[in-house]
């Protein structure tokens, strides 16, 4: 029996139905184009390689996509690395073009493609950042070394985010990084290696 090539989990219609209810319209068209433009850069990356994309999962963690195939260390790192580069290009294209347009649903979608590209290039599973460097860690030092210092890495980085965004809380500026660093927390990925089918944030 064939698989679904595309899975929505519960939680992941009840946060799009959220945005749908907070955000207008164009917002929503904003942060649309720049998850896609995002996944896009995975997908191309793949394609190049020659991998094949076997699912795509909406899950509260994020856009997944789960690929098979064979590649080396490199492969994966730049299977990754593609999602975040793809958002920064569009991000500096969208706000050029939004300056010249005068459009402000433009420049706040290449804000919003700056900083996922930004956050996502973090070395933490299950952000992109963290997938490479598991992906170079396992090959430069082996499964098990690589394993273990990726986990220790996002513990690292989920810890010295949530210290950040007490701080920043507490200052009065908001609750956005605390959220963040809560979620990569909750969603940390240990024991992933690189084996015969990866997923893509």
């Not at 064939?2 to 009840?14: D, F, I, K, P, W």
């Not at 699912?55 to 975040?84: D, I, N, Q, V």
């Not at 500096?92 to 700056?114: D, H, I, K, N, P």
């Not at 070394?145 to 890495?153: C, E, K, S």
């Amino acid at each position: 029996m064939r698989r679904n090539r595309m899975q929505v989990s519960a939680a992941a219609l009840l946060l799009a139905a959220l945005f749908y209810y907070v955000c207008t319209p164009r917002e929503m068209l904003a942060i649309a184009l720049a998850l896609l433009c995002h996944e896009l850069g995975h997908a191309v990356a793949l394609w190049a390689m020659g991998l094949r994309i076997q699912r795509f999962r909406m899950e509260l963690k994020g856009f997944c996509m789960e690929y098979s195939g064979y590649t080396g260390a490199l492969g994966h790192a730049a299977a990754a690395a593609a999602g975040p580069t793809a958002g920064l290009i569009y991000a500096f294209a969208a706000t050029a073009l939004a300056q010249g347009l005068r459009a402000e649903w433009l420049m706040l979608s290449g804000g919003v493609s700056l900083v996922l590209s930004a956050f996502n290039l973090l070395p933490a599973l299950p952000l992109d950042g963290g997938r490479i460097f598991s992906a170079l860690a396992c090959a430069l030092w082996g499964e098990r070394r690589g394993l273990a210092l990726t986990d220790a890495m996002g513990l690292l980085v989920g810890l010295l985010l949530l210290s950040a965004g007490l701080f920043l809380l507490l200052r009065g500026h908001g609750i956005a990084l605390l959220l963040a660093a809560i979620w990569l927390l909750l969603y940390q990925e240990t024991g992933r290696g690189i084996v015969k089918k990866r997923e893509v944030l």
